[in-house]
């Protein structure tokens, strides 16, 4: 019986092994990964991170491969199996070698994408093997059956003939004398072991920054030092906890190094880099001194801050300059009773208020205040004051503010997120609410001030960026009084242990916040 070979041989050889595992999103926008695998038997697993997930995945792979055999040096290549089409181009060039492998011996080999989402073992030939930049070799078959001759020649062979009889392509001549050929096998040819393929050796290429670095790069001081600086901040993004103080300190490596990589190539864009590394530098030194409670005011001293970002400080001055901008009423008292409100309502225009709220201000009239609010059209209430000066937090009253309110496209006058606005509108009832100014029965200027001055100071506690005080026609503006009365205000922040070493001259207000407020306290960025 004739056994015909298909045109790939692939009948004529075992079948190569495979595995493959992945990491995939559990979930759309969640942290989440599944890690599954090719083999019906092994069941997904749920993990939190993609780090989690990759390092279960390699693991796993390796479980597979530490249990399987050697690879068989009679084995189909998988890679040849599927038209070699993971490093050939449809268009690109084809060796026509044995069907059933492209060359070398078979390999057991893993291959895996430079993401990290998959990892590949199979049994494949060596230049296969080679063929793929990520692949690295596990096994290679020692011996075994060379590659399987096609049926077609066995079936073709005339019968009586050996195979290793040499073969004529004409018949002798009738009533020749010429003996028929013994039939006598040839003794089998030794088949010297193929070599195995050559890894190319590529010089390692840095990355940081979304830039590459080149290998070529001098000094090579440079270039080594920008390499690991791109390995030390991947590896910082795998932390399960920030370390500010060591961030910081990346960044101005990253700043140094960048200003010397633009003295050597002269380009622009890499000395912005460098400069904003400065910025992020100095950023992250100051948050982490305020989230650790280090102040520069003395040694031994500490401050923790209730708002301890500087992007919080950065939003509540924000919201500050746009209330001075958009107070509907004249006078101190509706400048405040408008500040608390926005606070309450700054995402969405809308917020609830209970009757505490309100009487917990220094007002003269809330009823009336109210009143006037609602009947120039900046604020709206399903109830009358009164009504709402009646509500307890059991059932608050709503409020919509129309100056607050996104317009089409979703957008508002602010862009911090909803976990930030409370924080902010509890920081203002403390500075507002705090129990020295309620029981000097300070009027609304006075907490207006001391909210003003909270927000100016450097870090330990001195009026103004770098201690050089604030401007008065600022604070009156914001106070929403006349120059002449800040003095007696400023010395009802002083009674109440609010401010020490305040001064008035030149046209600036100097002086420093006391201990007991510092954590109040809002610290600009240096020459601000």
């Known amino acids: 019986m004739t056994v015909e070979a298909t045109a790939n041989g692939a009948e004529d050889r075992l079948v190569g092994r495979e595995w493959m595992v992945r990491v995939d999103a559990a979930d759309r926008g969640g942290a989440a990964v599944r890690v599954s695998c090719s083999r019906p038997a092994c069941a997904p697993r749920l993990l939190p991170s993609a780090a989690a997930g990759r390092a279960a995945a390699v693991a796993h792979i390796k479980t597979h ?24 181009q449809p268009a690109g060039p084809r060796d026509r070698g044995t069907p059933w492998r492209c060359g070398g011996p078979v390999v057991l080999a893993v291959i895996s994408d430079r993401q990290g989402r998959w990892w590949r073992a199979m049994e494949c030939c060596a230049r296969c093997a080679a063929a793929h930049p990520s692949a690295k070799i596990v096994a290679t078959a020692t011996g075994g059956p060379a590659p399987a001759a096609g049926a077609h020649s066995a079936a073709r062979r005339p019968p009586g003939v050996a195979a290793a009889a040499p073969q004529f392509s004409h018949a002798p001549a009738s009533g020749s004398a010429t003996p028929a050929a013994p039939a006598t096998p040839a003794p089998p040819r030794k088949v010297p072991a193929s070599r195995s393929a050559k890894t190319r ?34 590896a910082y993004q795998q932390r399960s906890e920030p370390d500010l103080a060591e961030l910081a300190e990346l960044h101005a490596r990253k700043a140094r190094a960048f200003t010397t990589w633009a003295e050597v190539t002269g380009e622009t864009e ?22 650790t409670g280090l102040s520069p005011v003395g040694e031994g001293q500490v401050t923790s801050r209730l708002l301890t970002s500087a992007t919080h400080w950065e939003h509540v001055r924000t919201i500050f300059a746009h209330v001075a901008d958009h107070t509907p009423l004249p006078g101190p008292e509706a400048r405040l009773m408008v500040v608390m409100l926005t606070l309450r309502s700054a995402l969405t225009g809308t917020g609830n208020l209970v009757g505490q709220d309100v009487r917990g201000l220094p007002l003269t009239d809330p009823e009336e205040l109210i009143d006037r609010l609602v009947d120039c059209g900046w604020l709206s209430i399903p109830c009358t004051a009164d009504d709402l000066l009646e509500s307890r937090p059991e059932s608050p009253t709503p409020i919509t503010i129309s100056t607050l309110t996104p317009d089409d496209s979703g957008r508002g006058p602010f862009d911090f997120g909803r976990k930030t606005r409370p924080k902010l509108s509890g920081w203002a009832q403390k500075v507002v609410g705090d129990k020295k100014l309620r029981k000097k029965k300070t009027g609304a200027g006075t907490r207006l001030l001391a909210l003003a001055l909270a927000v100016r100071t ?39 242990d609010w401010l020490t070493e305040a001064e008035i001259g030149d046209g600036r207000l100097t002086g420093r916040l006391t201990e007991r407020v510092l954590p109040l306290s809002c610290p600009l960025a240096s020459g601000d």
């Open 270 to 291: 890499l000395r912005l880099e460098a400069g904003r590394a400065e910025q992020a530098a100095a950023a992250a030194r100051l948050q982490h001194q305020h989230r």
């Open 65 to 88: 491969l530490q249990a399987a055999a050697e690879p068989r040096a009679g084995a189909f290549c998988v890679c040849k199996a599927e038209d070699c089409r993971l490093h050939i």
């Open 458 to 496: 450097s870090a330990d506690g001195r009026l103004g960026a770098e201690g050089q005080g604030v401007d008065l026609a600022a604070l009156a503006s914001w106070c929403a009084v006349d120059a002449g009365e800040l003095e007696p205000m400023v010395e009802q922040l002083t009674a109440a």
């Open 201 to 234: 050796r590529t010089p390692r290429h840095g990355k940081i920054a979304q830039r590459i670095v080149p290998h070529d790069m001098h000094p090579v001081a440079l270039r080594e030092e920008l390499m690991e600086l791109g390995d030390l901040f991947r």
